[in-house]
């Protein structure tokens, strides 16, 4: 169980970093015309719609939108070829630049198996990384390229995200575990 200290995002700053993060993607691939969003189930994944939304809006272009299950590529658990990927991708990414998407990037691990559950569909051009928060202790040499907000915590706190279409309001907190 972990207790609220303070939250870290409101409502109005989630949305600002979101829109910040969909901006600096238009900039670094000078346009969308090849990028694909991936996010993360599950918060990812919001994220993700979220960000190309407002990238659409900008460019005037539809941004295709994934959703990837890295259950099966976790390094924590035994591969079983039995654990269902719930990964819903309905375009091709070889060839593309793909950014991953999702809400809080710690150890770095979450986005080593998403990188493995990648590879696994194809080849792309680039894969980028943005994360709404990074709050440090890698264990991995992994660092996103876009980053809403950088929150540095203890090893006793989390980070807990909240979006509006899970969990029915939007803000992100730092919350000590007991």
């Known amino acids: 169980m972990a207790t609220e200290k ?14 910040r993060i969909g901006y600096e993607i238009i900039e670094r691939n000078h346009g969308v015309q090849e990028v694909v969003l991936i996010g993360i189930r599950t918060r990812g994944v919001f994220l993700a719609q979220r960000i190309a939304a407002k990238v659409s809006q900008v460019e ?3 941004v295709p939108v994934g959703e990837l299950d890295i259950t099966p590529f976790r390094d924590d658990r035994e591969r079983d070829g039995e654990t269902a990927d719930l990964s819903q991708i309905p375009f091709p990414i070889t060839g593309k630049r793909v950014v991953l998407v999702d809400d809080v990037i710690h150890t770095g691990r979450t986005v080593r198996a998403a990188i493995d559950a990648l590879m696994a569909r194809g080849r792309p051009q680039q894969i980028q990384l943005a ?5 440090g202790h890698r264990e991995l040499p ?3 390229d876009f980053v809403g907000k950088n929150l540095p915590t203890s090893n006793d706190e989390t980070i807990q995200v ?3 279409e899970c969990d029915g309001e939007d803000y992100a907190a730092i919350c000590a575990n007991d």
């Not at 303070?6 to 829109?19: C, F, I, M, S």
């Open 60 to 62: 005037g272009i539809p």
């Open 142 to 144: 992994i660092r996103p």
């Open 131 to 135: 994360a709404l928060i990074d709050r």
């Open 162 to 164: 909240h979006l509006r």
């Open 6 to 19: 303070n939250r870290a995002l409101d409502e109005k700053a989630l949305g600002r970093a979101v829109a």
